[in-house]
């Protein structure tokens, strides 16, 4: 069931050891919530699984392949099923691109915008209807919940088996943030596994089907969304809040 799997994962930077031995399962077609504190180790946990920042020790297993010691631009392209796509927390938007020039960026299979999956590209504009909206204005004109969208467009132009998002509510409205749930809910519901840090517990309890909540560079519980949810003391003791 396991599509990815870290075991004793320790990550340093520099001389800062951040990373403590995380042991984290992602379970093929569920979307498994990383919680936790800020400066828990949620970003690094994912820069880590995308090889952005070498694993210091330990196994990341995607696929049934350990890949901790492959590069970002193979780890993107493993597997058989269209790979990993990655949205950071910034977004990685090119604001001197256009928005078709951003998408076209991440379709492995065009050259240019009209050879772009057409019904892919339908689909995407019924759940994002500002990325076609503002498709030939340059990506820098938009608002910071359209950018979020259109990051999340451009990583799912293409099929993906794992979609990783870190915090994709951060600073959005509450309509938009509806927006992202219907979003991620279709997308679930078309087989691709996800794994999405999220402070916005809102979010967190209609999405989650696992989750994982970190804290000093660990894994401290894991169980379904749905123990933690209905287990108020829980939630006080890991995060020092009430969903």
Do not use: C
């Not at 994962?9 to 990373?19: A, K, M, N, P």
């Not at 379970?27 to 090889?51: D, F, P, Q, V, Y």
């Not at 910034?90 to 915008?113: H, P, Y």
């Amino acid at each position: 069931m396991s599509l990815l799997t870290l075991s004793g994962v320790h990550t340093h930077i520099g001389s800062y050891h951040i990373l403590h031995g995380v042991d984290l399962e992602v379970k093929r077609g569920e979307l498994t919530l990383l919680l936790g504190r800020n400066g828990a180790g949620k970003t690094t946990t994912l820069r880590t699984i995308m090889g952005l920042w070498q694993a210091s020790s330990g196994t990341i297993t995607f696929d049934g392949k350990p890949i901790q010691a492959w590069l970002t631009p193979e780890i993107a392209k493993a597997g058989n099923h269209g790979g990993i796509a990655y949205v950071p927390e910034n977004m990685g938007i090119f604001a001197d691109l256009t928005v078709s020039e951003n998408m076209l960026l991440a379709a492995k299979q065009a050259s240019r915008a009209s050879q772009m999956d057409t019904a892919r590209l339908e689909w995407i504009f019924g759940i994002f209807p500002a990325v076609k909206k503002f498709w030939n204005a340059p990506a820098g004109k938009l608002s910071g919940g359209q950018k979020q969208m259109l990051a999340v467009a451009r990583a799912i132009v293409e099929p993906r088996e794992l979609l990783i998002v870190d915090e994709p509510s951060k600073g959005l409205a509450p309509a938009i943030i509806n927006n992202m749930i219907d979003a991620f809910l279709q997308l679930k519901a078309t087989g691709t596994t996800i794994l999405l840090v999220e402070q916005n517990i809102h979010f967190a309890k209609r999405l989650g089907d696992s989750v994982a909540v970190m804290d000093n560079g660990r894994v401290i519980h894991a169980s379904t969304m749905q123990v933690l949810a209905e287990d108020a003391a829980l939630q006080q003791k890991l995060l020092g809040l009430a969903l």
